[in-house]
């Protein structure tokens, strides 16, 4: 008996099958390379068409819709619908920008009054400052002033009752009399001013009357003689002088005959 063998028999191909099979597979993939590419670039160019239309203004639609040679009804009716809201939006947004300078100008005509106001207000107090100031240096002065007065009157009086007979007396009474003209010089430079008296008509806001006279000789009301000083300080009087006033005795009938 002849075995069977285990192995699959041979079957003969026919060589055309056999010649395609030969071939290489080589020159298949390129092809489905560039198929493949073809195929990604079509499908990004279809993904970005939407992207790029979302991202379009509605102007550009709407000129876009024109330009196509097949004009779509509800293409236009859509895109002007879209150009009405855009214009409404920036109607909406030009009102509101003018609304915002409204307000800013407002704010900024309130800033300038407020600015005016506080120059104003600060250049009234540094004016008020600098007035207060001079009025508190004039009164201190004054009172240091009004304090030596009793020191110029003793210098006066002894100016007109001491009477020098020698020559030594003399050179005392000089000395003295030195004394007196620096005080009466240091008390010049600080402002202090002696008040006008004899032979100027009589002032009650400077004169102290302590007296009257009768005389023919001078018009009624003039200061005849000084008794005591007075002084003033920066147009501020400090002390009136006592004074002597003249008067006519037919005064009362000069007047009523005019």
């Keep these: 008996m002849q075995l069977l063998s285990s192995r699959p028999a041979c079957v003969a191909l026919p060589r055309s099958v056999q010649r395609a099979a030969a071939k290489p597979m080589v020159a298949r ?31 550009e639609r709407a000129k876009k819709a024109l330009d196509s040679e097949t004009l779509d009804k509800d293409v236009l009716t859509a895109a002007l619908a879209e150009l009405e809201a855009e214009m409404g939006r920036l109607q909406s947004a030009a009102n509101e920008a003018n609304d915002r300078a409204k307000s800013l100008e407002a704010s900024l005509a309130s ?21 207060e100031s001079a009025a508190l240096t004039d009164s201190v002065r004054g009172d240091v002033i009004k304090e030596m007065l009793p020191i110029v009157d003793n210098f006066e009086l002894a100016r007109t009752q001491v009477k020098a007979e020698t020559e030594a007396e003399q050179k005392i009474n000089n000395s003295y009399q030195g004394l007196y003209k620096q005080m009466v010089d240091l008390m010049r430079t600080q402002g202090v001013e002696a008040v006008p008296t004899t032979g100027t008509p009589f002032d009650p806001n400077i004169h102290d009357a302590i007296m009257r006279e009768p005389s023919n000789s001078h018009p009624d009301g003039t200061v005849l003689q000084e008794f005591r000083k007075g002084f003033a300080i920066g147009g501020k009087l400090i002390r009136p002088a006592m004074v002597k006033v003249s008067y006519t005795e037919d005064g009362p009938a000069a007047s009523s005959e005019e």
């Design 29 to 59: 993939a390129p092809v489905a390379r560039r198929f493949v590419a073809t195929r990604a670039a079509e499908e990004a160019e279809a993904a970005a068409a939407p992207a790029e239309e979302a991202a379009a203004t509605p102007l």
């Design 111 to 131: 800033a300038k009054d407020q600015y005016l106001r506080l120059n104003a207000d600060f250049d009234n107090f540094r004016r008020r400052t600098r007035e």
